[in-house]
């Protein structure tokens, strides 16, 4: 007589799938790690092109009103997108005897104690009364 052939049934231990799970779950914690700093790194790279934003436009108001800063630090703050932008303004001489033209440096902070710089702009302005078209009579 011929033995039936018996079924053997193969599965998977409790040992090998606890392995498993523990390496999806390391997996998706480093997913979610990583995910979590990417969306840091986008803010931050917001907050500085902002602020870049604001230093360039301050550097365009001047500009723009012809104004000629006085030598020396102001210190003033802007509203942009909805956030209030503190920022420090130093103007300096350059070495033109007839002080046509000066250097502006824009610090950008998100603090009001300005201690974390976000962005910085150096711009050079010249003066414009010098800059006035002349009429030349006959």
Request: proline content about 3%; aromatic content about 8%; charged content about 20%.
């Amino acid at each position: 007589m011929n033995k039936p052939p018996t079924k053997t049934a193969r599965g998977f231990t409790l040992i090998e799938v606890m392995v498993a799970l523990a390496i999806i779950a390391i997996a998706l914690a480093s997913l979610i790690k990583a995910s979590g700093s990417h969306t840091n790194a986008a803010g931050y790279l917001k907050s500085k092109t902002l602020a870049h934003y604001v230093a360039m436009n301050e550097i365009a108001k001047i500009q723009i009103d012809e104004s000629w800063p006085n030598i020396g630090e102001l210190k003033k703050s802007t509203e942009m997108a909805g956030v209030e932008w503190f920022w420090v303004r130093s103007v300096k001489k350059l070495n033109d005897d007839n002080d046509y033209i000066r250097s502006l440096k824009f610090s950008v902070y998100l603090d009001e104690e300005r201690q974390q710089n976000l962005a910085q702009v150096e711009s050079y302005i010249a003066n414009p009364a010098n800059n006035q078209a002349q009429t030349i009579t006959n």
